[in-house]
């Protein structure tokens, strides 16, 4: 059972434009959702992370829309880059518990 | 400030074998998790271990151990290596648990079983 749900499982993306990558979680006690960048052969690098308490979080180009009575969050590539491409990962965790909860990951492709 | 370093980068077994991975985390962080990731999928937790201590364990079989050093490095061992355990391992660093929440991660090492 996939406790954290992530879509689309691929996207392309014309430059400039706005990437939007979905995830829902069924876990109400997560409390701690950080979105992670992977490029091919590397490890996830984290790119911005938001709390229930906080409905939105921006940062550069990046920003987390978070709704809690829905248990979905998001992720928006504003201006998208070609250097954007990449996969995209979110998770989730509980408490003091450093256990992440992964999603299948979105391989995000940016068209010059 | 290195980042987690991870070591081998790469490495070739044979079924049955047995394997050690090993991860030193950013300076002032005492923990260290362990994460496996097959390729096109999430990574999937396996160990978290804080101040030498295992602090959680993923569903894998007892063919994985871990432990963690003085210093916080970390060693990941698999013993009677399956093709099923090709995959890139990744190590997190943290905080304590009154710290940050966030991990960082390593590059991985890429194991690749015959």
């Known amino acids: 059972q996939q406790q954290v749900k992530q879509s689309p499982q691929s996207l392309i993306v014309q430059k400039g434009g706005i990437s939007i990558i979905n995830c829902a979680y069924e876990?109400?006690?997560?409390?701690?959702f950080p979105w992670y960048q992977q490029f091919p052969g590397k490890g996830p690098a984290l790119l911005i992370a938001?709390?229930?308490d906080v409905s939105e979080k921006k940062e550069g180009r990046f920003t987390i829309s978070f709704n809690k009575s829905a248990k979905q969050f998001s992720l928006h590539i504003m201006d998208s880059q070609p250097g954007d491409s990449a996969t995209y990962f979110c998770?989730?965790?509980?408490?003091?518990?450093?256990?992440?909860?992964w999603g299948l990951g979105t391989s995000l492709a940016v068209n010059p | 400030d290195a980042g987690v370093t991870q070591s081998p980068t790469h490495l070739i077994k044979t079924r049955g074998q047995h394997v050690t991975l090993r991860c030193s985390p950013i300076?002032?962080?005492?923990?260290v998790s362990w994460y496996q990731q097959v390729l096109g999928q999430g990574p999937q937790f396996i160990f978290q271990?804080?101040?030498?201590?295992?602090?959680g364990r993923g569903n894998f079989p007892d063919r994985f151990s871990a432990r963690q050093f003085p210093n916080y490095s970390s060693e990941l061992n698999v013993n009677a290596l399956l093709l099923g355990d090709s995959a890139l391992y990744l190590c997190?660093?943290?905080?304590?648990?009154?710290?940050?929440?966030?991990?960082?991660f390593g590059p991985g090492t890429r194991l690749t079983v015959l």
């Open positions: 300076s002032g962080h005492k923990s």
């Open positions: 876990n109400t006690a997560f409390d701690y």
């Open positions: 997190a660093s943290s905080l304590d648990p009154a710290g940050g929440r966030e991990q960082f």
């Open positions: 938001i709390r229930p």
């Open positions: 998770a989730a965790s509980t408490g003091n518990n450093r256990k992440l909860i």
């Open positions: 271990y804080y101040e030498k201590e295992e602090r």
